[in-house]
């Protein structure tokens, strides 16, 4: 077997876990679309201020889903004893998580994307910007679950891990946040907001690169 074609099949057994576990994928998407829905409740229905705080109420939200779902990335396989299996493989433990990590984001963090244009709907976010929200979001939702595919491996098996996950993590994703945001208030303000997606992209791009290895890491000290 490839490292590719073991990626490939890592990605495929957990997409089969999730669905077999919707109830849990599902959870995260209504905790987004409740938050969503509450906010134009308690702050009125003017529709200029939904207007002006609608992209950064679905940002926080999305992040919140995602750090919902986060402590499940490597618990399960954890406690039944398959993760010391998978540890054991010939291929680079890297490969794995990085498996691990792209099928978290299809099941959990791309519906959420998905949904995100939906719920702007009722903030009044004309075409462009929630075209521009689904693609910061696309861009950003990798950078939290890979980053926080590392903070669920440093607090595997640890009292409060939950907590202490959302403690780690949540400082590192403030820029996320600001420029994922931004890129939809710069599209409102009649920019680009081009400058706020290459960012998030080469943020992507160093997150993804570095973070398997980093979680490697940290499984092998929490198995050992």
């Not at 590392?150 to 996320?176: H, I, K, Y």
Request: charged content about 10%; proline content about 6%; hydrophobic content about 60%.
């Amino acid at each position: 077997m490839s490292v590719i074609r073991f990626f490939g099949s890592i990605v495929v057994r957990d997409l089969l876990l999730a669905w077999r576990q919707r109830g849990d994928v599902l959870v995260g998407l209504m905790f987004f679309v409740l938050v969503a829905t509450l906010f134009p409740l308690a702050i009125g229905p003017e529709p200029a201020w939904l207007l002006r705080i609608g992209p950064g109420v679905l940002w926080v939200a999305a992040l919140l889903a995602n750090l919902l779902a986060l402590p499940r990335l490597f618990q399960s396989d954890w406690q039944d004893g398959s993760l010391e299996q998978l540890l054991l493989n010939p291929f680079p433990v890297s490969v794995m998580v990085a498996g691990k990590f792209a099928a978290h984001w299809l099941a959990s963090s791309v519906p959420l994307a998905l949904a995100a244009p939906l719920l702007g709907i009722q903030y009044g976010l004309p075409s462009a910007q929630w075209l521009m929200l689904l693609a910061s979001l696309l861009l950003g939702t990798p950078i939290i679950t890979t980053l926080g595919g590392v903070g669920a491996a440093l607090t595997l098996g640890l009292r409060q891990g939950e907590v202490l996950l959302a403690l780690l993590v949540l400082p590192l994703l403030a820029p996320v946040l600001i420029f994922g945001s931004g890129a939809v208030a710069a599209v409102a303000a009649g920019q680009s907001g081009m400058a706020e997606l290459s960012l998030l992209a080469a943020m992507m791009c160093a997150s993804v690169f570095c973070s398997p290895w980093l979680a490697a890491r940290a499984l092998r000290l929490a198995i050992e």
